[in-house]
Structure formats: C-alpha cells, structure tokens
C-alpha cells in the first residue's frame, strides 16, 4: 500500500508539473533574473585583494573597465586633472611572491627589465610633462609596480631597480623563468596629488590569456613601448597636455 501511495504521489507531481506550462515559465524567468542579477553583482566587483601583491594600499575602489580601458580601473570623480602638468615618478618595483622566488632570474635579466621599463616611461612622459624629483603644486605622483604576488603569501620578494643597467642589450631569446614571469605578471599603478597625497587614480593591467608569448628581449621591449606610449596618451589627454 505504501509504495502504490508513492508511486502516485510522484505521478500526480509530475503530471501537475505537465499541466502547469506557465508555472514552469514563472520558475525558469525567476532562475534566469536569479543568474544574470548574480553575474552582473560579480562583474561590478573588484580584484580579490588577497590575490593582489599588496603594491596598491587599497583595491576596494577599483572596478572593471570598460572597453578600451584598463581590466581594473579607479578615477577620482572630484580630480581636477587640467590643474596638472608635472609628474614626480617613483622609482619603478618588481614583486613576486615566495621568499627568493626571484633567484631563479638572472639578476641581470631583472635590472634590465625594471631599469627599461622606467627608462621608456621617463622619456614618453617628458614628451608632455615637466619631470620633477619634488612635490609642488600641479604635480602628480606617480608609481608603477610589475607585479606576480600575492599579499596573502607569507613572503614576497621585491626588487627596485636604480640606474640605468644597459650592459648586456642582447634582443634575443628570454630565459624560460623569465618568460613565465613575464606572462603571468601585472602591472600595477597608481596616480596621487604630490603634495596633498589624495588619491586620483589607480589601475590594474595585465596581458589577455590569449595573446601571444612574449619570447625574446626585443618583443618585450616593443610590448613596454607599446603600454608606455598607450598610457602616457591616456594622462596626456585627461590633463589637457595635447
């Protein structure tokens, strides 16, 4: 008796489930507003702070880009960006978590790759702003990190590069740790007022899954170039400097 009960029990469900072809389009509507409402709350989020190296003091303002932007971008809406026409540079910094992880580089493939990459974006900044070693008035702070690390690891090496380490200019191959640095890394920055330290504008970039490696010295330099020059447009115009 029990089990013809329940072999009823499922057929009438079942058979009122049939029945009832606008309950089930009310439940697929409310699954599919459930799913986007959910897609579109996490599309609006920031990058996970504990995945990021720590560069940035803060990653809660940053959201994701729109086309032709930056994957993480924050603007100050209240910046009065055409009051700016100095930038102070940072010394640029190399980070990647693990205690020594940078060991396996050659210390001379890392100098070069700080050193020339602060090198291009001096000399795409001079093109349409005084460079200044000193806060003043209608100045911007400038800092920029190449990133591979994680805040949350236990340790993290970080490199600065000063000087101008142009010994070895070789444009051949990468070594292979090198190039695996060079494809999971980001690059990471963040604009502030000189002499108030309010914050501007930070960003996050890193190169899309599907672009190609990057294997010899001479494709890396002409990828820093090409993201000096981009950027260096992108404040020139904000600020009214062309």
Known sequence: MD???????????????????HTMRRTHTIVVLVALIAAACAAARGPDPRAMSGFLDDYSRLRPGGAGELPFVYRNPDAHWNEYSKVLLEPVTLWRSGRHSLDPIAETDLLRLVSDFEAAIRRRLGDGFQLVDQASPGTLRLRLAITEARASDPALDVLTAVGDARADRSDGALSPELGRFVAAAAIEGEIRDAQTN??????IDRRRKDSPAITTWAQLDRALEFWVDRTCARLEARTGRR
């Open 3 to 21: 089990a013809e009960l329940s072999t009823r029990l499922v057929s009438r469900t079942s058979a009122a489930v049939q029945a009832s072809p």
């Open 198 to 203: 309010a914050l501007l504008a930070q960003g």
